[in-house]
């Protein structure tokens, strides 16, 4: 659905005047009709005449904070953006906000709080694929519904979750491809935090190098969360001189790898270095000059120029400042609301199963990142990205996947 000229016109004028709400207006299906409660409404969630609430899930502490506060801040911009709009079926979304606090068992408590008092009508949220595990046997249980918004392993499709950034086979496999073709790399060095999500993201890796690329690993190694001493680590790849390194270091541990890489002596102007988790929200603590050259493999990156993502963008540091970034996670947290949305007014319903039901084939045309759509495995159809990193802390795009990945998390052979 293309925007007419006076739409457009309308558009700008509205942003100039502080109103958020117009890039994804046309997301909506329903307008503003306001359906009685009681049609609505049949699972007893936490719906009235004029609210619906939500739930959103993530970790505002701890070591996992400085890379989901981007997430809390997209949904909310989202949802007051959608308000603005005029609601949901004629609702205003109120929210219910819980800090997982980087635990995995506080996730699982805060979860089981949202669905089972607050009985809220959508979660957003979690990061790590360890809350997400934690979350989703609740979830489950009482028939939620979460919207998850990290790029992660694969390997699992849930009625009860939409999961809105990348599985392995968009961000890994393609990235890995581009290292052998473009960078002629034949043997690699993996690197991870240790837990779920980095240790079957490298085995995946692995499996592909190997049978795939016919190249050879030469070292894999995790580290705990919060971990902060990577001195031996990087002796060992200095050793190996891998000619690729592929890292899926996450949380407040990238700042203290990527400096003390840089400090090394180990730069992108002398080593290939890919990264499965470093954005502009956690370049903000790294510092750019500090990852200047090497690479991440996301969807979407801050620097993406079309109509879609500048208005994004502005709206995003309008409300959070001049100096507020918006990585891949955070896009992936934004584009949340509004597919739960669109497929609660498809559905004419907020009940959990009507709105799964809802879900697939449900397509944004003014997301961000461009163009998504709801597989029927839960996942979105989406471009894969590789950007290289720039001093300013920005990434400048060098490659793009010709047209959108359809989803696979369960790849064969992997």
Known sequence: MNMTTNVKSTAKKALIAGCLAVPFLMASVWGNAAPATSEVNKT??????????????????????????GSIQAERLAIEQINKAGGVLGRQIKIVQED?????????????KLTEKDRVAAIFGCWTSASRKAVL???????????????????????????????????VLE????????????????????YIWPRTTMKIARTHIEKVLKGKVVGEEYYPLGNTQFGSLINKMKLKKPDAIVAAVVG???VSFYKQMNAAGVTGAKQTLLTYSVTEDELLGIGGANMAGFYSSMKYFQSLNNPNNIKFVQAFKAKYGPKAVVGDVTQAAYLGPWLWKAAVEKAGSFDVDKVVKASPGIELKTAPEGYVKIDANHHLWSKARIGQV?????????????GLIKPDPFPKGY
Do not use: C
């Open 390 to 402: 720039l001093p300013t802390g920005q990434f400048k795009v060098v490659y793009e996947s010709k």
């Open 100 to 112: 997982g606090a980087s635990d995995w068992p506080t996730f699982a408590e805060k979860a089981r």
């Open 44 to 69: 007893k969630l936490k719906v009235d005449d004029k609210f619906v609430y939500v739930g959103q899930l993530h970790s505002s502490t701890g070591t996992m904070a400085i890379s989901e506060t």
């Open 175 to 194: 990235s890995l491809n581009w290292l052998a073709r473009e960078k002629k790399a034949k043997t690699f060095y993996l690197v991870g935090s240790d």
């Open 137 to 171: 046997p609740i979830i489950e249980r009482n028939n939620s519904l979460l919207y998850y918004p990290t790029f992660y392993e694969g390997l699992e499709q849930s009625k009860n979750v939409i999961y809105t950034g990348q599985e392995a086979t968009q961000q």
């Open 252 to 254: 407040g541990s990238n």
